[in-house]
Every structure is written in C-alpha cells, then in structure tokens.
T-cell receptor
Framework: GESVGLHLPTLSVQEGDNSIINCAYS??????FIWYKQESGKGPQFIID?????DKRQGQRVTVLLNKTVKHLSLQIAATQPGDSAVYFC?????????????FGKGTKLSVKP | DAGVTQSPTHLIKTRGQQVTLRCSPKSGHDTVSWYQQALGQGPQFIFQ???????QRGNFPDRFSGHQFPNYSSELNVNALLLGDSALYLC?????????????FGQGTRLTVV
C-alpha cells in the first residue's frame, strides 16, 4: 500500500554541524509535504512545508528538498543546536478537493551532542 | 491565541469502558482532524470533521466516533476500549481548504487502557 517511510530511524550529530533527515514516499498523487518536530510529551510542531510544484524551500535554518523523480524528501537543519533534539516526521498529503489528511512516516530521532 | 487545546492531558481507563476526548481548534480554524499515535510510531489519521460532519475517515473501527459542535470544537469517542487503544491522541486544526496550509496540533491526550 501507499506509505511514507524514513531511511534513518536515529541520527546523532555534533552541536554546530548540519543535519540531514531523509524521507521516502511512495504515493505519486501526494501534492503537499510537511516536516514536523515532536518533542517528548508534546504534539507535532510544524517546521516547514513544500508543495509538489517546488523542488526546494528554505526557512530559518531549515531547508526542505523534494525530488519527485525518486519520491524523496529531505530536511536540512543548519548549525544544529541542542534544542533541535526531537523526533522529526515527514508527512504527505493528498489534497482531496480541499480536505486532505496527513500520512505520517515513523519518524527519525535527532540527538544533538554538545 | 491559545492554539489547539485538548483535554484531558492524561487519562486511565479500564478495558471495555468508553472514553471521550475533547479538542478546541485554533482561532479561525474550522476543520478538525484526529490522529492516534502509538508509542514510537507516527500519528495515524482517524477522521476529519468540517461543518459538523465527518468528511474523511482512516482505517479505524466503528468503535471510534466523533462529533463537531457549531463552535468548531470536537470530541473523539472510543467505545469498548481495548488495551491496544492505549496511545497519544492528537487533534489538529486547519482552516477550510487546508491542503494549502499546515495543520496545527494540540499537545495530545495520553490514554492508557488497563
């Protein structure tokens, strides 16, 4: 069936380094993608999104890249900080008319070493 | 703006009982979606409400039901609780046509079935 998955379940980086979290999706009909950050005991927090008509989008310290050819999504975090430690989820959406729902992957745990 | 608020934050129920979880959407949002997140997993879509009607539903049994009120707040009801229903239940709100914008999540309700 259609699914969203992640290549790496855990990622450990040194403070100040750049982090790259990868995600594979299999539903070619997906047209909207979101990265969420979830800290322990909290709900998912929006980081950045990208529509399928774009290849790259930048935010503050974060960049999302979308490669539709290989159905791959990545989140790049520049100058990773201890506060970035969390589980990161990619989610895809098939906008059914104007009401879609999100399909989440299993998540990648990012651990930042000081 | 209080964002998305959920109540209660934690709940312990006995197998076979029924439970009701509540969600108030972010100001200006009229669409509410519910997700179930098992430990170590990504959130799984349960259903979505708009204009007081269930608009979409994920792969969850009829024991899971919901309601949306005229003020856009929503309830999730689960009947005949099973041990496997233990999870973090997340509510997300979004404006109409939310495929073009991110969904905001609440902190969740941690349900434990014993």
């Amino acid at each position: 069936g259609e699914s969203v998955g992640l290549h790496l379940p855990t990622l450990s980086v040194q403070e100040g380094d750049n982090s790259i979290i990868n995600c594979a999706y299999s539903n070619s009909a997906s047209d909207y993608f979101i990265w969420y950050k979830q800290e322990s005991g909290k709900g998912p927090q929006f980081i950045i999104d990208i529509r399928s008509n774009m290849d790259k989008r930048q935010g503050q310290r974060v960049t999302v890249l979308l490669n539709k050819t290989v159905k791959h999504l990545s989140l790049q975090i520049a100058a990773t900080q201890p506060g970035d430690s969390a589980v990161y989820f990619c989610a895809e959406n098939i906008t059914q008319g104007s009401q879609g729902n999100l399909i989440f992957g299993k998540g990648t745990k990012l651990s930042v070493k000081p | 703006d209080a964002g998305v608020t959920q109540s209660p934050t934690h709940l312990i129920k006995t197998r076979g009982q029924q439970v009701t979880l509540r969600c108030s959407p972010k100001s200006g949002h009229d669409t509410v979606s519910w997700y179930q997140q098992a430990l170590g997993q990504g959130p799984q879509f349960i259903f979505q409400y708009y204009e007081e009607e269930e608009r979409q539903r994920g792969n969850f049994p009829d024991r899971f039901s919901g309601h949306q009120f005229p003020n856009y707040s929503s309830e999730l009801n689960v009947n005949a609780l099973l041990l496997g229903d233990s999870a973090l239940y997340l509510c997300a709100s979004s404006p109409r046509g939310w495929g073009d914008t991110e969904a905001f999540f609440g902190q969740g309700t941690r349900l434990t079935v014993v």
